[in-house]
């Protein structure tokens, strides 16, 4: 069973820095691997999706990575912002599960002034 | 162009009552999802369709939840009778197809058993 995990929990950074979101999972048999956006009181948007064959997508200043062998994906986020402050989720999409996507637990982004 | 539709966006409701969750996904898409959303269980997929078929029923919790698509652009989720522990935030998402292309949420309803 794929178990997708999201470290850290909560992340609290000043505006412009560069930060590295982490996602990590257990089954490397995966289909693509989704990044998405949730803002407080609101549903999910699509950032990012890698194909099992690709390394990397890239989307304005969001760049997101896939290394399959060693079970991790990370999203790039240069010169944060303070409108990028909402919690990240990572999803896993397993082969032979048709559209099921494994989420992990997500990171909590706080861009501060 | 209109995304997914959910409705109610807030629900409270007493013990034992039914509840009924609507969703219109966006046009043109094939595949419909119904999530759930809580604090200590993070976001669990529930049921999905593909040309309003259900695919996959294993994540539905208890008898007490139903879902049905009776066309390409209405979807419910019914909980009948509804407990306090069914509080969550409920999402529905469609993709116009199997697994490649991202899946595109509504805002969720916000669902309070008392």
């Known amino acids: 069973k794929q178990e997708v995990t999201q470290i850290p929990a909560a992340l609290s950074v000043p505006e412009g820095e560069n930060l590295v979101l982490n996602c990590s999972f257990t089954?490397?048999?995966?289909?693509?691997l989704q990044w998405f956006r949730q803002d407080p009181g609101k549903g999910l948007t699509s950032l990012l999706l890698?194909?099992?064959?690709?390394r990397e997508q890239t989307s304005g200043r969001l760049n997101a990575s896939l290394d399959k062998s060693s079970g991790r994906s990370t999203l790039y986020i240069a010169a944060s912002q303070p409108g990028d402050s909402a919690t990240y989720l990572c999803?896993?999409?397993?082969?032979?599960?048709?559209?099921?996507?494994?989420f992990g637990t997500g990171t909590r982004l706080q861009v501060t002034l | 162009d209109a995304g997914v539709i959910q409705s109610p966006r807030h629900e409270v409701t007493e013990m034992g009552q039914e509840v009924t969750l609507r969703c219109k996904p966006i046009?043109?898409?094939?595949?419909l999802f119904w999530y759930r959303q809580t604090m200590m269980r993070g976001l669990e997929l529930l049921i999905y369709?593909?040309?309003?078929?259900?695919?996959?029923d294993s994540g539905m919790p208890e008898d007490r939840f139903s879902a049905k698509m009776p066309n390409a652009s209405f979807s419910t989720l019914k909980i009948q009778p509804s407990e306090p522990r069914d509080s969550a935030v409920y999402f529905c998402?469609?993709?116009?197809?199997?697994?490649?292309?991202?899946?595109?949420f509504g805002d969720g309803t916000r669902l309070s058993i008392l």
């Open positions: 369709f593909n040309n309003n078929v259900p695919i996959d």
């Open positions: 890698i194909q099992s064959s690709q």
């Open positions: 998402a469609s993709t116009p197809n199997y697994s490649n292309q991202p899946q595109h």
């Open positions: 046009s043109g898409h094939n595949s």
């Open positions: 089954d490397s048999a995966i289909y693509n």
């Open positions: 999803a896993a999409l397993n082969t032979g599960t048709a559209s099921k996507l494994t």
